[in-house]
C-alpha cells in the first residue's frame, strides 16, 4: 500500500522519514531526489535542478531521478511549452490556489527512469485502473466509530511494547522495515506529544481490536514548504497503510487524517497519499476521502503516477519496483468529511 522511505539523517541516527528534506538526497532503491526550499521561478531552474539530480545517479540504466516542490505556474507552463521533450516527466501536478489565497502555485514531481526501470503499464491499463479504484468515500467519524461500536480503540503512539511488535511485525516484510526504525519511531512520537499540536511533524495510527491485537496501522509525517510572505504549506503524507485482518485498515487511514487535521486546523496542509497499483491501497484512499487530482498545465493532464518508485513486498514478485498514484484530500472533502466539529469528537473518543 502506501510506503514509507527510509532515510537516516546526520541530525538523528535511524530516523524514520516518509516525506524526506530539502537539498539533495540520495534515497532507498536506486534514487536521486532534490527539493527546492523555495518555489522555483522559471524553467531553466527547473531544468537545471531535473539535469543535476538525474547525473547524481551511480546508475543511470536502471536508476531513478525526482525533482519535487512548488513551482511558479508561469515557470510550470514555459517549462511544459518550451521543453516538450521533458513533459512527459511531469508524474504528479497539483495547483494549490484553494490552499494559497490569491497565489498561483504547483506542486510537481518531475521524474526520469532508467531504461530497464520502465513502467509495465501502458496509459490505457491506467486510465481502466483509475476508474476501476474509485469508491464512494465515507465520513471518518463513521469509520472510527465502526471500530470504537464492536468494542475496538485506536492507538496514536507506540509505548506498549504489545502494540509496538505487533506494527513492526505488520510493516517489516511488506515495507523493509528494520526494529531501529521501529524504535526510533516511537521514541519520536513520544517527544512530540509533548510539543504543542501546532509543532507536530508525525501521527501514528494503530487500530486494536476487543481481543487487544492490531488489526491495522498507518502514519503521516509533514514537510514545510516556506513562501516568500512567510506563510508555509504543509504536506502531509499518510503512509505505511497495512492491515492484518480485513475491515480496519480504512478506519486506520482515516484516524490518521483526523489526527493530522486536529492538530492543524488552519487551511495550508495538503494531506496526501502515494498508493501502491497493484493492491487495493487506491480504493482504500477513494473511500476515506482522497482522490486523483484532475488539473491540466495548457493541454497536459499529468498521469498523476509515480513510476516505478519503490519496491513493497506486496506478495507480486513480477516487477522489483511498483508504480504510485499520488492522490490527496481536497478542500472540498476535507470539510465534508473530516469537518472540525467531526475531528474534534473523534479525538475526544479515541484519547489514549
Given at each position: 500500500?502506501?510506503?514509507?522511505?527510509h532515510?537516516h539523517?546526520?541530525?538523528e541516527s535511524?530516523?524514520?522519514?516518509?516525506?524526506?528534506?530539502f537539498?539533495?538526497?540520495?534515497?532507498?532503491y536506486?534514487?536521486?531526489?532534490?527539493t527546492?526550499?523555495?518555489?522555483?521561478?522559471?524553467?531553466?531552474?527547473?531544468?537545471?535542478?531535473?539535469q543535476a539530480?538525474?547525473?547524481?545517479?551511480?546508475?543511470?540504466?536502471?536508476?531513478?531521478?525526482?525533482?519535487?516542490?512548488?513551482?511558479?505556474?508561469?515557470?510550470?507552463?514555459?517549462?511544459v511549452?518550451?521543453?516538450?521533450?521533458?513533459?512527459?516527466t511531469?508524474?504528479?501536478?497539483?495547483?494549490?490556489?484553494?490552499?494559497?489565497k490569491?497565489?498561483?502555485?504547483?506542486?510537481?514531481?518531475?521524474?526520469?527512469?532508467?531504461?530497464?526501470?520502465?513502467?509495465?503499464?501502458?496509459?490505457?491499463?491506467?486510465?481502466?485502473?483509475?476508474?476501476?479504484?474509485?469508491?464512494?468515500?465515507?465520513?471518518?467519524?463513521?469509520?472510527?466509530?465502526s471500530?470504537?461500536?464492536?468494542?475496538?480503540?485506536?492507538?496514536?503512539?507506540?509505548?506498549?511494547?504489545?502494540?509496538?511488535?505487533?506494527?513492526?511485525?505488520?510493516?517489516?516484510k511488506?515495507?523493509?522495515?528494520?526494529?531501529?526504525d521501529?524504535?526510533?519511531?516511537a521514541?519520536?512520537?513520544?517527544?512530540?506529544?509533548?510539543?504543542?499540536?501546532?509543532?507536530?511533524?508525525?501521527w501514528?495510527?494503530?487500530?486494536?481490536?476487543k481481543?487487544?491485537?492490531?488489526?491495522?496501522?498507518?502514519?503521516a509525517e509533514?514537510?514545510?514548504?516556506?513562501l516568500?510572505?512567510?506563510?508555509v504549506?504543509?504536506?502531509?503524507?499518510s503512509?505505511?497503510?497495512?492491515?492484518?485482518?480485513?475491515g480496519?485498515i480504512?478506519?486506520?487511514?482515516?484516524?490518521?487524517?483526523?489526527?493530522?487535521?486536529?492538530?492543524?486546523?488552519k487551511?495550508?496542509?495538503?494531506?496526501?497519499?502515494?498508493?501502491?497499483?497493484?493492491?487495493a491501497?487506491?480504493?482504500?484512499?477513494?473511500a476515506t476521502?482522497?482522490?486523483?487530482?484532475?488539473?491540466?498545465?495548457?493541454?497536459?493532464v499529468?498521469?498523476?503516477?509515480?513510476?516505478q518508485?519503490?519496491?513493497?513486498?506486496?506478495?507480486?514478485?513480477?516487477?522489483?519496483?511498483?508504480?504510485?498514484?499520488?492522490?490527496?484530500?481536497?478542500?472540498?472533502?476535507?470539510a465534508?468529511?473530516?469537518?472540525?466539529?467531526a475531528?474534534?469528537?473523534?479525538?475526544?473518543?479515541?484519547?489514549?
Amino acid at each position: 500500500m502506501a510506503t514509507v522511505e527510509h532515510i537516516h539523517s546526520s541530525e538523528e541516527s535511524g530516523f524514520v522519514t516518509s516525506v524526506g528534506g530539502f537539498g539533495f538526497k540520495e534515497r532507498t532503491y536506486n534514487r536521486q531526489a532534490y527539493t527546492p526550499v523555495a518555489p522555483v521561478e522559471s524553467a531553466d531552474s527547473l531544468d537545471f535542478y531535473q539535469q543535476a539530480t538525474r547525473k547524481r545517479l551511480a546508475d543511470k540504466e536502471t536508476g531513478r531521478s525526482m525533482v519535487r516542490g512548488l513551482v511558479r505556474e508561469s515557470a510550470l507552463q514555459d517549462f511544459v511549452s518550451g521543453f516538450p521533450h521533458k513533459k512527459g516527466t511531469l508524474e504528479v501536478a497539483i495547483p494549490l490556489r484553494d490552499e494559497l489565497k490569491g497565489e498561483r502555485i504547483w506542486f510537481v514531481v518531475l521524474g526520469e527512469n532508467g531504461n530497464s526501470r520502465q513502467s509495465p503499464h501502458t496509459q490505457e491499463q491506467v486510465r481502466t485502473y483509475k476508474e476501476n479504484s474509485y469508491r464512494e468515500p465515507i465520513p471518518a467519524q463513521q469509520l472510527v466509530e465502526s471500530v470504537l461500536t464492536e468494542g475496538g480503540s485506536f492507538s496514536s503512539d507506540l509505548e506498549d511494547p504489545h502494540i509496538r511488535d505487533q506494527v513492526f511485525s505488520l510493516w517489516q516484510k511488506r515495507f523493509d522495515w528494520e526494529q531501529d526504525d521501529i524504535d526510533n519511531l516511537a521514541k519520536r512520537l513520544a517527544k512530540e506529544k509533548t510539543l504543542p499540536a501546532e509543532e507536530r511533524s508525525i501521527w501514528f495510527s494503530g487500530v486494536v481490536g476487543k481481543d487487544g491485537n492490531v488489526k491495522a496501522a498507518a502514519m503521516a509525517e509533514a514537510l514545510d514548504f516556506p513562501l516568500e510572505n512567510g506563510e508555509v504549506v504543509r504536506f502531509v503524507e499518510s503512509t505505511e497503510w497495512a492491515s492484518g485482518e480485513n475491515g480496519y485498515i480504512k478506519p486506520a487511514v482515516a484516524y490518521i487524517g483526523s489526527q493530522v487535521y486536529a492538530d492543524n486546523p488552519k487551511g495550508n496542509v495538503v494531506l496526501f497519499a502515494e498508493c501502491n497499483m497493484i493492491n487495493a491501497a487506491p480504493t482504500i484512499a477513494h473511500a476515506t476521502g482522497y482522490s486523483i487530482p484532475t488539473a491540466a498545465i495548457g493541454d497536459l493532464v499529468p498521469s498523476q503516477v509515480l513510476q516505478q518508485n519503490v519496491h513493497v513486498g506486496d506478495g507480486e514478485n513480477d516487477h522489483p519496483y511498483r508504480d504510485f498514484l499520488w492522490m490527496h484530500i481536497s478542500t472540498q472533502a476535507r470539510a465534508q468529511l473530516y469537518p472540525p466539529e467531526a475531528v474534534k469528537k473523534i479525538i475526544e473518543r479515541t484519547r489514549n
